[in-house]
């Protein structure tokens, strides 16, 4: 099976900006082949997609994080990110990464990010 590891969350001051990142672990060379995604929960509400990028790069946002966040990959280092700047306490969330291959979707185990003053 396949682990997703995020990394980059945890408190972050009003303003300030934020990028997070996720790696296949000890799987990187399924990486360039998967579709992934970034997806956030608040507590108490359903878990949604924040923005989605296909194994070529072409990228999709939620309506609501249009122009808020930018999603990339980098297929050599086998690496997923999302970032954000000016954060403002509405983005705080457990933020979740996700990828489809081979008929299998995977996910990470969650990353809080807080952004409180």
């Known amino acids: 099976q396949v682990q997703l590891v995020e990394s980059g969350g945890g408190l972050v001051q009003p303003g300030g900006s934020l990028r997070l990142s996720c790696a296949p672990h000890?799987?990187?060379?399924?990486?360039?082949?998967?579709?992934m995604a970034w997806y956030r929960q608040e507590p108490g509400k359903q878990r949604a997609l924040v923005a989605h990028?296909?194994?070529?790069?072409?990228?999709n946002y939620a309506d609501s994080v249009k122009g808020r966040f930018t999603i990339s990959r980098d297929n050599a280092k086998h690496t997923m990110s999302f970032e954000r700047s000016s954060l403002q306490p509405e983005v705080s969330a457990v933020y979740y990464c996700h990828m489809v291959i081979c008929f299998q979707a995977y996910w990470g185990q969650g990353s809080q990010v807080t952004v409180s003053s």
């Open positions: 000890e799987s990187e060379y399924i990486f360039s082949v998967g579709a």
């Open positions: 990028i296909t194994a070529v790069g072409t990228t």
